[in-house]
């Protein structure tokens, strides 16, 4: 039986909602994650009208979606969710990586995107990293996603004429061009600070300043300006 610690006194734990049409996944996903001392599972829902109204009234503060769904699928729910309650997490938990459905449920705002069939440990990094206002794809995603934005700024280029950096109010420094680069490549702030030799709160401090300058309101839409004004 796998071990785990306990939760340090007046941490609270993190507020989760499950959505999804198969009653026996979220049955395991629900084991599964109870395991873990700083999740609470605070409901389910099996379509996305259903994870609507449990966000409203439960106010989780991480959401795990489906996409496929009877009635309203999951990336018209992240869409209202995102909407509604900007403060909610939603991370998509799929059996399926088809192009279209990865672009769609990020630009509704998902804030990871994993399949089913991804280890139990990735599952629960992608929640904390989650809540804590981070993105996580899996890496084939997050390869897709790249390519994608290269594939929409070229397009916004051809019609519109190439976009600058020099269209930035307030130029980026070079640590936060280093810290963007790493975004792009779909590190969390714990990787970009490894990798770039910096203290994770310098890493977000420095995000923080991107997203700003960016004018974005979270690291997806930070990659994609970036593409289009040919930061990376």
């Given amino acids: ?85 900007p403060s909610a997490c939603v991370i998509v938990l799929t059996t399926f990586e088809e192009d279209e459905e990865v672009f769609e449920a990020i630009r509704a705002g998902a804030a990871g995107y994993l399949l089913k069939a991804s280890p139990s440990e990735k599952l629960c990094e992608a929640i904390r990293l989650g809540a804590r206002g981070e993105s996580f794809l899996e890496p084939s995603v997050a390869a897709k996603l790249v390519a994608e934005f290269s594939r929409l700024s070229a397009t916004s280029r051809t019609a519109d004429g190439p976009a600058t950096a020099s269209a930035l109010a307030d130029p980026l420094s070079t640590r936060e061009l280093d810290v963007l680069r790493c975004l792009a490549r779909g590190m969390s702030n714990k990787e970009i600070g490894q990798h770039l030799n910096i203290a994770e709160g310098t890493v977000k401090n420095h995000m923080s300043q991107v997203l700003g300058k960016l004018q974005a309101l979270d690291r997806t839409q930070a990659a994609l300006r970036a593409r289009e004004l040919g930061l990376i």
């Fill in 1 to 85: 039986m796998r071990e785990t610690m306990p939760l340090k006194t007046g941490t609270r734990r993190l507020r989760l909602l499950l959505v999804d049409d198969q009653a026996m996944f979220r049955e395991g996903l629900r084991t599964l994650l109870s395991l873990q001392p700083d999740f609470e599972i605070v409901g389910e829902a099996a379509d996305g009208e259903a994870a609507i109204d449990a966000v409203m009234r439960l106010a989780p503060d991480v959401v795990l979606m489906d996409l496929r769904m009877p009635r309203m699928g999951g990336t018209e729910a992240t869409r209202r969710i995102r909407a509604s309650s």
